[in-house]
């Protein structure tokens, strides 16, 4: 039976849902009662990729193969520009709205709980922001969902075992071996101890060219991680 305290919390929440309704941030429109962020009609029409059902043969593993071992790989959206994901996306990146990565990360995680792949991940790793970025946007934005899928997995989320550092100079006039040297110069592992012997769930927020996880997944093996798996929000195909 639900405690009292409970019970008018829900109240109020509710009371208060009524003289200031909150908007879906998916597409702008009035949540109704008990919907949280997003409204069902969104959550239904939102592009699944699916890729969880088959973790190890899926677009987003393919970009890694030939440049880096990656266990797993899995995003949970679709990106799509104008669409539904990328106004998501900018609501969590640029308007300080965390609420919509913990709520992915919820969904998200309770999936990937059901897949046998993924019990043998150890610890969970979000893909860092550089401390000037951090202090400006007060968050990191991988974080929150990254902490719903550790809880759900039952693994600790080790939110600074990378660092990224800032790299000076355009990458658009090296060649593709120079630029990939200076994503490698980006990160650096600051807690080795915290992965050393684990499978690392490593964590980001959109994928496209794959670079930004190539750079963390190799400092993480080379520094001891048993095994990378990957898990993002969304992957641009």
Not at 90 to 116: D, I, N, T
Not at 162 to 170: C, R, W
Not at 197 to 206: A, E, F, Q, R
Request: aromatic share 8%; net charge neutral.
């Amino acid at each position: 039976m639900p405690q009292p305290q409970m019970v008018l919390r829900s109240l109020y929440h509710d009371f208060l849902a009524l003289l200031f309704p909150e908007d879906c941030r998916a597409c702008g429109g009035e949540l109704a009662m008990g919907e949280e962020v997003i409204c069902s009609h969104c959550r239904i029409k939102l592009p699944y990729s699916d890729f969880h059902l088959s973790p190890t043969q899926n677009p987003l593993h393919q970009v890694f193969w030939g440049r880096v071992p990656i266990q797993l790989a899995v995003a949970y959206l679709k990106f799509q520009e104008k669409g539904r994901v990328q106004r998501l996306l900018h609501q969590l990146k640029y308007k300080g709205q965390e609420e919509v990565g913990e709520l992915l990360g919820r969904w998200f995680g309770a999936q990937l709980r059901e897949q046998e792949e993924f019990q043998p991940v150890d610890v969970v790793v979000p893909v860092p922001l550089h401390k000037s970025k951090l202090k400006q946007r007060g968050y990191n934005q991988v974080e929150g969902f990254a902490q719903a899928i550790a809880e759900n997995l039952e693994v600790p989320l080790v939110a600074d075992a990378l660092k990224k550092n800032l790299v000076s100079g355009t990458q658009t006039t090296k060649n593709r071996q120079a630029r990939w040297e200076a994503m490698r110069q980006l990160y650096t592992i600051h807690k080795p101890e915290a992965v050393q012997g684990k499978h690392v769930l490593l964590i980001d927020d959109v994928i496209t060219t794959g670079a930004t996880i190539e750079a963390c997944a190799d400092i993480l093996l080379k520094n001891g991680a048993s095994a990378v798996s990957v898990a993002s929000i969304a992957y641009t195909l």
